[in-house]
């Protein structure tokens, strides 16, 4: 099968990234500073706040305050004596290797393309469409990535990438649905069998702003009638990513230690960049939430 390529990565995007909040600190905001919040979100599907010093404890209130209580992710129900109890709460995960030097970077699943909505087959009662957003407080990143350059994410706009296409691909495209599954245990050939997967149209209209953009999931996604045919399943998928990748610009967020990340998974894939994990420390805190706000 045909490796991906990808030659166009941009660091200013027309709509992904934008800085917002500038000086404000996320533990003293207005209600309407929230909401606005919230409004930017979803009209640039990436946002960034800078300049942040929050412990875990603080992350996940502010998750809690702007979109709900549905989180997932982390459930640590007990302190690591290893790590500062300031990087640690119950629904946040540390990404990277927060051990020191040498440690086996947490996450490494996540250089891959992916939504990560690919968790929701795993959560009764929520479909594909559901507003989940992801949050990355870079607390300590690495100087540069595995190739030398500025360690960053990557981000693919699905409504760009939707739009992109042409009218009779639009179309097409319009009348296929995929199933998804969480892929870490595709990955380990082990579907377990008591989660179901779940369908979604590949061509998803966003709750909020009722825009429409594909949504791919991951290379595990199935479409519907090819259940028995894994590698045409896998050839389809691949092959409509890199139309994507051809004709849609890869955005790439430059970290800075106090940078948050905030993207809404149904507008946005995203991926990570390796590093020397034995050169340099990741911190890295994860909060994933499904707005009901
Ligand atoms: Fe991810």
Redesign the pocket.
Known sequence: MTPITQDKLIQHHPRLGVEVLQGCNLTCLTDIQLREFKESLWEHGVVVVRQQHLSAKQLEEFARQTFGNLMFGGYSKTLDPDISPDLQSQHVSILGNPKGLGQEPV?KY?CEW?H?KDRIPRIEGLDMNALYV?MLYGVEMPGEDIDGQPHTTEFLDMLEAYNNLDPQHQQQLEQISMYHMPPIFSKQGDVAADIPMKVHPIVSTHKVTGKKGLYLGSDTAIPVGMEDRPEEAKHFWLDLFQTVLDSTPVYSHVWHPGDIVFWDNSQVM???IPYDATKYQRIALRLGVVDNQ
């Open positions: 996450g996540a992916h990560d992801v995203h991926r990570g």
